[in-house]
């Protein structure tokens, strides 16, 4: 699966909720995001966007996408100064983030190991030793808080879940995005963000 369409698929639900909010969609001459941002004042522009993996799709695990959200002074994904930006799991409830793990679930249940010959006639080599792939397949149990929530996919099916599932959430999220500006000029925090 192509990146671009996770991007189109996963656009068509969470513009309905981003462009009414005042964010318009950003230009990426990489394909790797998909960014909207929206102006407070002159000097202050939020921004959201969906990054994919680097690590091309592979047909029996998938790939995975990233939520992320800043403000900086200017209106771009990935400002290098003055920004203050934090990713999905620093912005879910309790219950928000037990949906993320069921879905997360849902979707590792149907990716598997391939077989040597299987992984040859599509990769050009066999399996090599040390390979990802029973950790790829490892259901989640709980989400490490030191660690980045990556949304797995597997094919179109699994993209409109997720983005039925952010469409629902993303205005909670802004909204509690939005009022963290009091830690704006302290970076992300390791600790101490408020529960949701």
Not at 49 to 70: A, C, M, T, Y
Not at 91 to 104: M, W, Y
Request: proline share 6%; charged share 25%.
């Amino acid at each position: 699966m192509k990146t671009r369409q996770l991007f189109t698929i996963l656009r068509g639900h969470v513009e309905p909720v981003l462009l009414p909010a005042g964010f318009a969609r950003l230009k990426d001459r990489t394909g790797a995001i998909a960014a909207w941002g929206r102006s407070a004042s002159a000097d202050c522009h939020f921004t959201a966007w969906l990054q994919n993996d680097k690590w091309p799709f592979d047909p029996w695990v998938g790939s995975r996408f990233i939520v992320e959200f800043q403000r900086a002074p200017i209106c771009a994904a990935g400002a290098a100064q003055g920004a203050f930006r934090l990713r999905l799991q620093h912005l879910l409830s309790d219950a928000e983030r037990e949906e993320v793990r069921r879905r997360q679930n849902a979707v590792l249940s149907k990716c598997r190991i391939p077989t040597d010959d299987e992984h040859r006639q599509v990769m050009g080599f066999g399996l090599l030793p040390g390979n990802d792939y029973e950790e790829s397949c490892r259901q989640v149990e709980d989400f490490d808080p030191r660690f980045d929530i990556w949304l797995r996919y597997l094919d179109e099916a699994d993209c409109r879940g997720w983005g039925t599932f952010l469409a629902s959430w993303l205005p909670q999220a802004l909204h509690r995005f939005e009022s963290l500006g009091h830690l704006y000029d302290l970076g992300p925090p390791e600790e101490g963000l408020p529960r949701w």
